[in-house]
């Protein structure tokens, strides 16, 4: 049975794209842009803060996508 971070995860990647490769794609581009930043900024656990950057907005994910406008 799925965890809700499954669940949160799943509507994250749908929100991304209705093709689950395309959103995997997305979601890679996406992580790798957010561990660019991070490190460009001088942060030392870059894939951390990534990690639990993408977890908070999978959490909201269902409340924002209706009203959400752009990429």
């Given at each position: 049975?799925?965890?809700?971070?499954?669940?949160?995860f799943?509507?994250?990647?749908?929100?991304?794209?209705?093709?689950?490769?395309?959103?995997?794609?997305k979601?890679?581009?996406?992580?790798?842009?957010?561990i660019?930043?991070?490190?460009?900024?001088?942060?030392?656990?870059?894939?951390?803060?990534?990690?639990?950057?993408?977890?908070?907005v999978?959490?909201?994910?269902?409340?924002?996508?209706?009203?959400?406008?752009?990429?």
């Amino acid at each position: 049975m799925p965890n809700s971070w499954d669940k949160n995860f799943e509507s994250l990647l749908v929100w991304l794209d209705a093709d689950r490769d395309k959103a995997g794609a997305k979601y890679e581009e996406i992580r790798e842009n957010l561990i660019n930043l991070f490190s460009w900024r001088g942060f030392n656990n870059a894939e951390e803060l990534t990690d639990e950057t993408i977890s908070r907005v999978a959490v909201k994910v269902l409340e924002v996508v209706s009203d959400f406008e752009g990429d």
